[in-house]
Nanobody, 124 residues
Framework: QVQLVESGGGLVQAGGSLRLACAASGRFFSNYAMGWFRQAPGKEREFVAAVTWSDGRTSYADSVAGRFTISRDNAKVTVYLQMNSLKPEDTAVYYC?????????????????WGQGTQVTVSS
């Protein structure tokens, strides 16, 4: 069992930055992968970014590539999402999730553990 707790959400103006954090606890292993997803009202949950814990390989959705950066801190067992140049369309609840098979895919149904989510609101 893995527990995930997100933090760092809030209200920011367009063009601003936020940094989300997701702390993992419990039975977390170095061959896992971590992902960030988001869900806006009335929309499906969508992939944002992922990182494999063992070698730090990253992937991004086209909509955030070049603006968002995912990173990990092995010692703290925490994954971060640095979000720059934020746009109103980035407004959503952001969730972190764990893929125990370590693939770091874009498909939310391949992640087993989820945090409670943190709200990000970008005003125009």
């Amino acid at each position: 069992q893995v527990q995930l707790v997100e933090s760092g959400g809030g209200l920011v103006q367009a063009g601003g930055s936020l940094r989300l954090a997701c702390a993992a606890s419990g039975r977390f292993f170095s061959n896992y992968a971590m992902g960030w997803f988001r869900q806006a009202p009335g929309k499906e949950r969508e992939f944002v970014a992922a990182v494999t814990w063992s070698d730090g390989r990253t992937s991004y959705a086209d909509s955030v590539a070049g603006r968002f950066t995912i990173s990990r801190d092995n010692a703290k067992v925490t994954v971060y999402l640095q979000m720059n140049s934020l746009k109103p369309e980035d407004t959503a609840v952001y969730y972190c999730a764990t893929d125990i098979r370590g693939r770091g895919t874009r498909w939310f149904n391949e992640y087993e553990y989820w945090g409670q989510g943190t709200q990000v609101t970008v005003s125009s």
